[in-house]
Structures are given as C-alpha cells and as structure tokens.
C-alpha cells in the first residue's frame, strides 16, 4: 500500500468514511423532502399574489438569513479574525455578507421578474467595481472579497432560494 497505513489506521478512516456518508445522505434527503419544495410552493404562493416588491423584499431576507446557515461562512469569518489579529471582527464580515448576499438575491429576484432587465445589466458595473477596487485596497481585502464569494454560495444558500426563485 502506498498509504503505508496500519490495520487501525485504515480502520478508523473507514468509519470517518461510512460516517460521512450517513450524515451526507441524511442531509440531502432532509433538503430534497423539506426544504426544496417548501420554498417552491412559498415563492409560488408569493407570486400568486403579484406583488412583486414583496417577492424582492422576501428574497433579499432569505440571503439575508441563510448566510450565518453556512458552516464554511463560520469558518472564514474566524479565519478573517484570526489572521488579522482581531481588527476585521467576524462579526463584521459576517454582517458585511449578509447584507451583500441579501442584495444580490433581492437584484436577482427583480431580474427574474423584469425581463428587460438582463444579466449584464448586473453583473458588469458590480465586476467593474470589483476589478477597479482591487487596483486601490490593500491585497487582505481582495482575498477576503474573493474568498467570501465562493463560501456564502454553498449548500444551505442554494437549497433555500433556487426553489424560491423558481
């Protein structure tokens, strides 16, 4: 074996395997029976009543919400913390990407209901305005913003408002 491993070694990764796996299927199961189809039916419900500033209200409260949800938003937050020696708090990170987060779900909402409002018409002043940025602010911020992208569009955000926006 290249893993040179020993029998209790293999032993106990196998058990962290299996226990994985359980919990993985458990959760998935949990977000396809409950989660899923009741943000459906209440985006669906929502719509019925075509006041269409709500469902953008409602929205940007779900990306509002979800985000302290995240466990990998947890960890960024205190590794944010931690590398700075507490002078950008987690707090305020996560403060910071609740209210990003509940902005852009809030836009998105409103585009899916305003057909002439295309993608671009989003997407390229905020890309802009990332790219100026990371021009002028210090290279901490530019990780930090990057790396606070890609945590806060996990698991728990996907499961609540794609089936609401659906």
């Known amino acids: 074996s290249s ?15 299996t ?12 977000v396809n029976v409950g989660f899923i189809e009741s943000a459906r ?17 409602i929205g940007g409260v779900f990306g509002i919400v979800t985000i302290p949800a995240e ?14 020696a507490g002078s950008i708090k987690a707090r305020t990170v996560m403060l910071t990407l609740c209210v990003g987060v509940g902005a852009a779900v809030g836009l998105s909402i409103m585009r899916i209901i305003m057909p002439e409002l295309q993608l671009w018409h989003v997407l390229l ?3 802009a305005l990332a ?3 990371t021009y002028f602010v210090p290279q901490l911020f ?3 913003a990057f790396d606070s992208g890609g945590v806060a569009s996990g698991t728990m955000t996907a499961t609540f408002i794609l089936p609401f926006a659906q």
């Open 131 to 133: 790219v100026i940025l």
């Open 19 to 30: 226990y994985t796996l359980v919990g993985l299927t458990l959760f998935l199961l949990g």
């Open 41 to 57: 039916q209440f985006g669906y419900q929502i719509a019925a009543l075509e006041q269409y500033w709500l469902l953008v209200l």
């Open 142 to 144: 530019v990780g930090i």
């Open 125 to 127: 002043p905020g890309i």
């Open 71 to 84: 466990p990998s938003v947890h960890i960024l937050t205190q590794q944010i913390e931690n590398e700075t």
């Open 3 to 17: 893993l040179k491993l020993n029998k209790s070694q293999i032993r106990k990764m196998m058990i962290g395997l």
